[in-house]
């Protein structure tokens, strides 16, 4: 059963920098796609980002291109969302999902986000102005 656990969440000011951690479990030598998700209140959830370890790519929105970094420690079994120059539009619960390849970048590439089989519980993150 995978578990998927985010952290690294918190208040920041604007131009500021966090990263988040997605700690995965129970992959059990599966090959696994991991994207970054964020919902802010009365918004519809959208993906920030995504990585596919098998395949060696990675993606993100227009939003956040150029300021936020996607990245794996396949030792750990954890991803990294560091994200840099945040701004207040930034501010939302962020989630990891998990998907066994090829199925994670299909439902990455197509948007079909609630496809995604695992979730973890959000971390919150807030930047201020």
């Known amino acids: 059963e995978v578990q998927l656990v985010e952290s690294g969440g918190g208040l920041v000011q604007a131009g500021g920098s966090l990263r988040l951690s997605c700690a995965a479990s129970?992959?059990?030598?599966?090959?696994?796609?991991i994207g970054w998700f964020r919902q802010a209140p009365g918004k519809e959830r959208e993906g920030v980002s995504f990585?596919?370890?098998?395949?060696?790519?990675?993606y993100y929105a227009d939003s956040v291109k150029g300021r936020f970094t996607i990245s794996s420690d396949n030792a750990k079994n954890t991803v990294y969302l560091q994200m840099n120059s945040l701004k207040p539009e930034d501010t939302a619960v962020y989630y990891c999902?998990?998907?066994?390849?090829?199925?994670?970048?299909?439902?990455?590439?197509?948007?079909?986000?609630?496809?995604?089989?695992?979730w973890g519980q959000g971390t919150q993150v807030t930047v201020s102005s």
């Open positions: 999902a998990a998907d066994k390849e090829p199925y994670g970048s299909s439902w990455w590439v197509t948007g079909a986000w609630s496809e995604f089989e695992y």
């Open positions: 129970g992959f059990a030598g599966d090959d696994y796609g």
């Open positions: 990585i596919s370890r098998s395949l060696r790519d990675t």
